[in-house]
């Protein structure tokens, strides 16, 4: 066994043993030690491991291949809160008319959709969503999804309707990576103009309403109110973009393609997002997170959130009652957890804000906080270098919506019967 070998594993054993040895007071300390050890040998030993992966990702770009750069909408929000420049596109009216702003990824794309624990390429649908195109020639649709990259199935080839049993169901996903509540509203407007679905599922995180304090990023409702396209869903009642008119993402379409090729032309690799893809870099910075919010002796002021502002819980509350009574009311708010059940005590109060302040006023609720997040240990259903779901974490999520749309299905026809008696 090497001296590495013998240095390390004496380390481990030693932080361990400490914790359980030492008085009360010593054990945070050196419980911190532990879980930062194994955070960078984790680190450590991913650079060794995948060195030749991070070296053929780096020199030859293979990930890219003859793909498109995926675009979603939040990228058009030009609202910089210390985001990467290169997260905030510019653009000219006459790039995208006649839309005034996407709310999709790129229209028919062949794109490169996600690299987390896989590189996950994907053919997108006419409008730029994650759909088979023939779902566009039924006019009714059993569930539309909509949500962020967790509604979008995120970093796995599988699509949504891949997890529900049932395979009868006429499925429509409407998710994008990023989208806050704002975007969904308008999408889901938009496609009820032309279609119809009996059940549509709101899949909500945390950050669409809130942020830990010392996040660089602004809350995503925030920056979406900040964007005069969207806001005029929030106030004008036939405000309509016609998004599922084919021809009107015509523009957009060609924008997405020369941006992406200008994008991949002048493509400098950002070493630190790599090093986050390859190195296991969110494992570490759990640790040091946890590390972060443990040390202090006043450790519940870490866990302080930063909420909508005044102004824009007024405009917000007006959203939710409109989001609430749209599809005659058959819309389901679904409230997933993020990692923040793992390694911070603001889940619940993250979540119970939702609740008791945003959702104030709605019945349908899917609350999943405890089958994903108590019920079993959430970080198995979690990717180990990001935050989306793996195989099992979605296949969770969509069992569960599933069950939930016959329950109420089945309760719509017990109430019909008794009306008919």
Known sequence: MSTLYIIFF???IFLTLAVFLFKHQYKYIFLNFLLLYIGFSILSYQFIINKKEFHILLDKREFLNDKDLRFLPAHFLQKDDGREKND??????NDLSPIEFPLSSNPDGDVLFCVEDNIVYEKLDKFGFRNDNQIYNEKFHDIAL??????????????????????NLKIINLSSGSNGPLINYAITKEYLKYYNARYIYHIISANDYTRNIYSAYDIDITRELNNATLKKYLIDKNFYQDYFLEENLKNYKIFTKKLSKKYKEEY????????NIISGYNTVLYFKQYIESNFKVEKKEKYKLKFVSKKDY????????????INKGNIINVIIPNKDCINYLNFEQQTDYLLKEILVNTNKILDLRDKLCKDEFFANLLFSKGGHFNQRGYLKLFESLEKDFYNRSLNIKKIR?????
């Open 268 to 275: 400098k690799i950002n070493l630190n997002h790599l090093y």
């Open 314 to 325: 007024e405009d917000l509350k007006i959203l939710n009652k409109k989001f609430s009574n």
């Open 146 to 167: 909509i949500g962020d990259s967790f509604g979008a199935v995120e970093c796995i080839p599988n699509i949504a309707q891949d997890f529900f049993s049932d395979k």
């Open 88 to 93: 905030i596109i510019k653009f000219e009216k």
């Open 417 to 421: 019967k008794q009306k008919n008696k």
């Open 10 to 12: 004496g380390s481990l």
